[in-house]
């Protein structure tokens, strides 16, 4: 399980390093280019269940780390599809991982 850290280091989330890898690469992008978005997940009941939402700006520290040992390969397909529903008004929410079409790439 990976960490997106957001703010400070009292706002730790923990993600699937597979996930958290792909969210890096659509979340770093959006910022990069100076789009403000929502990023909005649900909590699992060993949390206590719910929803959370963060509102993601290039102004706020943001850290992601990861306790894998390697890089996991990312799915074209899948940034594709994470990065298109972050365009939408919803903004960015997790999304099951495409299976068969486009090969992973690292």
Do not use: C
């Not at 703010?7 to 770093?28: K, N």
């Not at 060993?46 to 780390?65: H, T, Y």
Request: aromatic share 12%.
């Amino acid at each position: 399980m990976g960490k997106l850290i957001y703010g400070s280091q009292d706002a730790e989330f923990e993600f699937e390093d597979r996930l958290l890898a792909h969210l890096r690469v659509v979340i770093v992008t959006k910022l990069r280019r100076g789009e403000n978005f929502t990023f909005t997940w649900d909590y699992p009941t060993s949390n206590g269940s719910g929803r959370m939402s963060l509102w993601m700006d290039p102004a706020i520290p943001l850290q992601f780390r990861f306790y894998g040992g390697r890089e996991p390969s990312l799915n074209r397909a899948w940034i594709e599809a994470l990065s298109g529903v972050a365009a939408s008004t919803m903004g960015l929410v997790p999304l099951p991982e495409p299976q068969g079409g486009d090969a992973p790439q690292t």
